[in-house]
């Protein structure tokens, strides 16, 4: 129930900001929750219930903080393509194994530089509304240092996020809910293909996916003792994404943190844990079928509270983005490039900021830091 609680929470109120910003209707906003959530509730059943391994289901947060940024420059339909071809290329790397070789096209460190710059606006506006909304954002906060700090069960970031909601409904009186007249009836949304989307979009959002989620729960198998079928994780995400995208969802895929909750010792008798990831699941098939009632409900939330929900959820992934970016000494410099192009948000050539600084970065790292270490090792040897 917690990993199911942990993908259902921040991540929703990412995806009614990203839709905000790109100025998606409602329609559009419940079509894209209800696809991801359905369909990576639908992974998280069939897939432990097949392999006796907890495998949770749900979709890529830092791939709904990459698309925040993104919304704006292009329509639904032309980012439904851009889905349609991620999910395609996670298919095909995994149906012909190439995990492995894939992820080293771009070191991580540059990954997670480029990663922490798109997040930093979302964490300078988490400090902003908990100043703002002082008496919600305060409590919340000191829930989540005092959650963090005697190491309890229930997560930090959700305990902090239910509190806060509780005081917010007790000193700040929420507007009318607006809610939806008759039952929500998903159809099949057409993409639209061009270079710039798939530059911009497919790439980097395959990228986030394979080294942010997939990486990260294989990782956390392991460490469990569990033997990931990686291919078949790879494939399948990449054919539940595909569907997803045809209702206007980015992804639909294993869930890196929420399969480290589900496999972990914590959890239970190992034997025993796959169960977990399937109540999973389930909470979120439930969440995804219900999300015309609930969206409308997030809604009427003050903007100041959706930034804190936000900053909550991302607070995790951007340290160690932080961490992981500038734990490399020899790579420095390309890693700060990575990071501030994309804090630019910068559009060159229609690509935008995250591609360039995947490029630039990359090169940096590549043919100009590589080739001053190699000199510098050299140099040590003659001297030798």
């Not at 990663?115 to 300078?124: E, Q, S």
């Not at 305060?138 to 509780?166: D, E, N, Q, Y």
């Not at 160690?320 to 790579?331: C, E, G």
Request: include cysteine; aromatic fraction near 14%; charged fraction near 10%.
């Amino acid at each position: 129930m917690v990993a199911g609680i942990f993908v259902i929470t921040g991540p929703t109120a990412l995806i009614l900001e990203a839709s905000s910003n790109g100025n998606f209707n409602t329609t559009q906003s419940i079509l894209w929750i209800f696809a991801v959530y359905v369909f990576g509730g639908l992974f998280g059943i069939i897939l432990p219930l097949y392999s006796k391994i907890p495998i949770v289901g749900g979709h890529t947060l830092t791939g709904v903080a990459f698309l925040a940024t993104m919304t704006s420059q292009f329509t639904f339909n032309e980012l439904i393509g851009a889905y349609l071809i991620s999910a395609l290329l996670m298919g095909i790397i995994g149906f012909l194994g190439f995990f492995s070789k894939f992820i080293k096209l771009v070191p991580k460190e540059i990954i997670s530089a480029m990663l922490a710059g798109m997040i930093t606006h979302y964490m300078v506006n988490f400090i902003v509304s908990i100043n703002t909304l002082f008496i919600v954002g305060f409590i919340s906060l000191i829930t989540f240092l005092i959650f963090l700090r005697w190491k309890l069960k229930f997560p930090p970031v959700i305990s902090a996020i239910i509190i806060g909601f509780i005081v917010l409904n007790l000193f700040y009186p929420l507007n009318s809910i607006e809610g939806t007249s008759a039952a929500f009836m998903p159809k099949i949304q057409f993409p639209d293909f061009n270079t710039s989307s798939f530059l911009s979009i497919a790439i980097p959002l395959t990228l986030l996916i394979l080294s942010n989620d997939i990486a990260v729960a294989i990782g956390a198998l392991e460490q469990n003792d569990y033997r990931a079928p990686i291919n078949k994780i790879i494939s399948f995400s990449g054919l539940f994404s595909l569907i997803t995208s045809f209702f206007g969802g980015q992804s639909a895929n294993i869930a890196g943190m929420a399969t480290a909750i589900c496999s972990d010792k914590e959890a239970g008798p190992k034997e025993k844990r796959y169960m977990g990831a399937v109540i999973a699941g389930v909470l979120l098939l439930v969440y995804g079928l219900f999300s015309w009632k609930l969206v409308p409900l997030i809604q009427t939330l003050p903007k100041e509270f959706i930034s804190i929900i936000v900053g909550f959820s991302l607070l995790n992934v951007f340290g160690n983005s932080l961490y992981q970016a500038f734990s490399k000494h020899s790579i420095k410099t390309s890693t700060v490039f990575a990071f501030i192009i994309s804090l630019s948000g910068t559009t060159i050539l229609s690509i935008s900021a995250p591609v360039w600084s995947l490029l630039i970065g990359s090169f940096i790292a590549r043919y100009i830091e590589n080739i001053t270490e190699e000199k510098g090792e050299k140099s040590v040897n003659k001297t030798a």
